[in-house]
């Protein structure tokens, strides 16, 4: 096999890796995508070619930093004479100090490793495959690339949460995410749609995590998540912006400590909390059609309207900070695959002009308004690997 970059890309739900073959030009051909799942007792490994086709399906005894061993092993085997030139990490926050993709050594590994209060979620998740190839293979060029750099651009003041000024000086202050996401969707949209580029857009990432990113001339102006990947939307199973008084009513009268917190506000609330039946939308839609339980049903309509509330509600608030919009793009698992969600939102916004076009919508298209909508409603794949890959391509040149 030839030299290649693989990607590691951890998110909340999921564990996913891309191999790219090394050309050095910035739209490698694909070699694979692989997929960890974790469950209770074991965790199975997928990885199929780029064209969908299985190449493997393991199952292993071990979860937890255990499966980078039997990674490493089956990646062995299958690369034969090839050499892994580098690996590139989605690393959810880089906090104030990394402000652009890093070489990973173990000082870095050291103080991102502190930033795991500021997400519980994410940070240890994103940070296990860069720190078990570092043990095993510490010769191997590793990058993070952060979720948090690309919103640097929001202005100072829109950083500062109003809370006493020391709160801040200890970090305490809003840094957006799902920037790698956003990075690579400004950059698809100057190259598909440069007049849209140029303009106004809000892009909305709703995947496990959802978030909103208002784009002017391609640059983060403002973004629903802040301080953590817990604010903004409503999402799988965060509860998005909640009124803080809620927080302090649970410490108080129901003893909620920061375990419990945890637990209630990233894993047990948004679709999952308000449905009581899933996080996932494929099964939400499922079950509003085929569920026999009235009760479920309603409670299903209401966390999918809610869902969609809040959208509307928080692309208002994007709105009024640009002084309008010229587009709107969806992406991520149900910005990209979910005609229903984007047609409900389109339906709150036909006061502002949006007009979507039904066949469009129901094909996935590109562009799912009609020609004469005031506001162009795209629809536009993500692809964090890619621009991962991208983000290594100069410290390889510069190791060279
Ligand atoms: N075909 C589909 N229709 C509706 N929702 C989908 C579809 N495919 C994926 N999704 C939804 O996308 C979400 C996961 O999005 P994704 O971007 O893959 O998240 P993450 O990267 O955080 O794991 C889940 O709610 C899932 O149900
Ligand atoms: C930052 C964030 O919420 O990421 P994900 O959508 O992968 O959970
Ligand atoms: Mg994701």
Request: aromatic letters at 8%; hydrophobic letters at 40%.
């Amino acid at each position: 096999m030839q030299d290649v970059i693989v990607v590691f890309n951890s998110g909340s739900s999921s564990l996913k890796l891309t191999v790219y073959a090394f050309s050095g030009h910035v739209d490698p051909q694909v070699l694979l995508h692989g997929e960890i799942e974790e469950f209770p007792d074991h965790s199975q490994f997928t990885a199929k070619e780029a064209g969908g086709k299985l190449l493997v399906q393991e199952k292993w005894p071990e979860t937890g930093l255990h499966i980078f061993g039997h990674l490493f092993q089956w990646f062995e085997q299958y690369s034969g004479q090839g050499r892994v030139l580098a690996v590139g990490h989605r690393i959810v926050h880089g906090g104030a100090e990394f402000l652009q993709p890093v070489k990973i050594t173990l000082d870095t590994l050291r103080q991102l490793d502190k930033l795991t209060p500021f997400d519980p979620l994410h940070q240890a998740a994103t940070l296990a495959p860069a720190k078990a190839i570092f043990e095993k293979r510490p010769d191997i060029l590793q990058v993070a690339c952060f979720d948090t750099t690309f919103h640097q651009t929001i202005p100072e003041m829109a950083r500062l949460l109003p809370l006493p000024r020391r709160y801040a000086e200890h970090g305490i202050r809003r840094y957006g995410f799902h920037g790698i996401s956003y990075s690579y969707i400004a950059g698809r949209l100057a190259e598909v749609d440069p007049a849209l580029a140029q303009g106004r857009t809000i892009v909305a990432h709703l995947g496990s995590g959802a978030s909103l990113c208002a784009l002017r001339a391609s640059k983060s102006l403002e973004t629903t998540m802040g301080f953590s990947a817990l604010d903004g939307l409503m999402m799988g199973t965060r509860c998005g912006a909640i009124d803080p008084g809620a927080l302090l009513y649970m410490v108080q009268s129901e003893k909620a400590d920061w375990k419990t917190l945890v637990t209630t506000l990233y894993h047990q609330s948004g679709l999952l909390g308000v449905s009581g039946v899933s996080s996932d939308m494929r099964i939400l839609r499922a079950t509003l059609a085929q569920s026999q339980d009235a009760v479920q049903r309603k409670q299903v309509s209401e966390a999918l309207e809610l869902f969609v509330y809040r959208i509307v509600q928080e692309i208002g608030a994007l709105m009024a900070i640009m002084g309008g919009v010229d587009g709107i793009v969806f992406t991520a698992g149900i910005g990209e695959h979910d005609e229903c969600l984007r047609a409900d939102v389109c339906h709150a916004l036909a006061w502002m002009g949006v007009e979507i076009d039904k066949a469009a919508n129901a094909a996935h298209a590109p562009v799912i308004s009609k020609p004469d909508s005031k506001i162009k409603i795209r629809v536009m794949p993500t692809n964090e690997e890619l621009q991962i890959y991208r983000s290594v391509l100069p410290f390889l040149e510069s190791e060279r």
